[in-house]
Every structure is written in C-alpha cells, then in structure tokens.
C-alpha cells in the first residue's frame, strides 16, 4: 500500500520526477519513467500516482534526473538505481540500468545530494563534494570532459573542503563556501554560471559579483 503524503520527510524533484523520502525509510517516486528509472517495478512511460521504490530502506532523501534516481542513507552513503549509460547510477559494470538500488562506493558522511539530468553531485558533512557521471560539458568539475573513470565520484580538490552547499540545474553545479563564496561549473551558454561569460567552465570558478 503507498503510504499518503504525510508520511514524507523530504522532497525531490528530478527531470520530469518528484521523490518522497518517507519517515520508515522508504521512498515514493512519480513521474517520467522511460527506462523504469523510478526503480518502481514498473516500465511505463509515466506514473501519475506515488509508488513505492523497490529495495530502499534507511533513506533520508532522494533526487533524480532524466532516467536515473539516487538516495542519501542514514548512515551517510548514497544508493543510485536506474539507466547507467553516462555513469550516472556509478555502477562499475557496464550495464545500461542498475537495479535495485545500489550503494555508490566511496562516499561517506553525505549530507546531501543533487542530480542533474545525468551527473550527481554529493556533498559531504566536511565540506566535500564529489561528482559522477556525463562529463561532456565539465559537469563533473574535474578540469577535463573526459567521460573516463564517470562512474567514480570523484572529489573537487580545488574547493578544498570548504562547501557548505550544492545545488545543480541541467549541465551545470554550484556551491556556496564557508566564506560565503560561490563557485559553479558546467555549461554556461547562457551566462549561468555567473562569471561575466558564457564559456563552459570545466572546472569550479567563482561568480562575479
């Protein structure tokens, strides 16, 4: 039986999705499901309803993007589901889809997590964020658009533990530094990274104010 709205701690929304996080540990999930990326049990094209998302227990929150869907855990790891063809699930084989959903590797002490339509970034409670899957406009942060190695998160050194948040939109992250700084990356075809320009950025830069 889906559990009714009440019964949501957190929300989310992906392209097309929306999530529920639920108070025993589980998840709702309605909306675009091409591929099954809800990870509901079900390949229709959409679900207008809520429905349970199968095998997650212990989650606190959950994001998805265009066909894939990720939740943080209690106990601070992350778990993705759904197609892998950029990484984005960070599923190590090269399958398409990853289901049920399945713990990321290397990540830890996670208190929150934010999706574009195929990349994910995770942010940690020491002030570390990591980032997995489609690269080809620098989503990932890394200084490259190399797709290698996508479905590892993979640490931005340069912001040097500093971020106390993160928050992504279609290709592109940014982050606010215990300093109050911004920093954002991706693309920036329409100026949306804030740095006077609209030059891709592979690598975090700092928003001029």
């Known amino acids: 039986m ?7 701690v957190t929300l989310g929304l992906g392209a097309g999705s929306s999530y529920c996080a639920t108070s025993n540990g589980g998840g ?4 675009y499901n091409v591929g099954g990326g809800l990870g ?4 229709k094209t959409h ?3 809520p429905l349970p998302v199968t095998g997650l227990s212990n989650a606190t929150q959950l994001v998805g ?8 855990l209690s106990n601070g790891t992350v778990s993705c589901w759904g197609y892998n063809d950029f990484g984005q699930t960070a599923a190590r084989s090269p ?15 996670i208190q929150n997590l934010t999706s574009g339509p195929d990349h994910v970034c995770a942010l940690s409670s020491f002030g570390r ?5 489609r690269n080809d406009i620098g989503q990932l942060g890394r200084g490259t658009t190399s797709m290698e190695g ?18 992504t939109s279609g290709a592109h992250t940014c982050g606010v530094l215990r300093d109050g700084q911004v920093y954002c990356w991706g693309s920036n075809a329409s100026g949306q990274l804030g740095d006077g320009t609209t030059v891709d950025r592979y690598a975090p830069t700092p928003v001029t104010f």
């Not at 709702?28 to 909306?31: P, Q």
């Not at 964020?129 to 899957?133: A, I, K, P």
């Open 65 to 72: 993007g265009f066909r894939h869907s990720c939740a943080r």
């Open 95 to 109: 399958q398409t889809t990853a289901f049920p959903p399945t713990v990321v590797s290397g990540l830890s002490s």
């Open 28 to 31: 709702l999930a309605w909306g």
């Open 2 to 8: 889906v559990q009714d709205a009440s019964s949501c």
């Open 150 to 167: 996508s479905h590892e998160p993979t640490p931005i050194n340069q912001l040097n533990f500093n971020m106390i948040s993160a928050t």
């Open 40 to 43: 509901v049990g079900s390949l």
């Open 47 to 49: 679900e207008n309803t």
């Open 129 to 133: 964020v990591s980032c997995w899957g």
